[in-house]
């Protein structure tokens, strides 16, 4: 039986520039980084989930995509049509200040929910992730 995900996939618009957002902005660490051919499997992770791969993968055809499912994404990608996830944070508002001010992009300030403070994030492609802090 299925006991856990593993690995979910993010597509990006530039491996380099994911890599570099998502290590030195959201503070993850790179998993693995190999080169297949003209295929690269980059994984990144946060830094207290070590059973949790983020697999940046660039929106090209070949792999799994052919040309117009490329495009197809990449379009929805670019207009951030795509919500991906939700991060966890013991602390939603101090994470907000620390990363607005590295530039990244919030939908706006936290905001107290049902199921606890939460502010929406966008990655450097314009995938979304929601950033939660649950209530204690």
């Avoid at 379009?75 to 001010?101: H, I, N």
């Avoid at 992009?105 to 929406?120: K, W």
């Amino acid at each position: 039986m299925i006991q856990r995900l593993s690995h979910a996939t993010v597509y990006v618009l530039d491996q380099d520039r994911a890599k570099d957002f998502y290590v030195g902005k959201l503070g993850f660490e790179v998993r693995t980084d190999q080169t297949m051919g003209s295929f690269r499997w980059l994984t990144v992770g946060p830094k207290g989930q070590p059973d949790l791969e983020l697999i940046l993968m660039k929106i090209s055809p070949g792999h799994m995509l052919d040309e117009a499912g490329a495009a197809q994404i990449r379009s929805l990608v670019e207009r951030g049509a795509f919500v991906c996830g939700a991060f966890e944070t013991a602390d939603v508002r101090k994470d907000y200040q620390e990363l607005s001010k590295k530039g990244v992009r919030f939908r706006g300030p936290p905001e107290e929910r049902p199921y606890g403070i939460e502010t929406v994030l966008q990655d450097d492609s314009g995938n979304w992730f929601s950033l939660t802090q649950r209530p204690r």
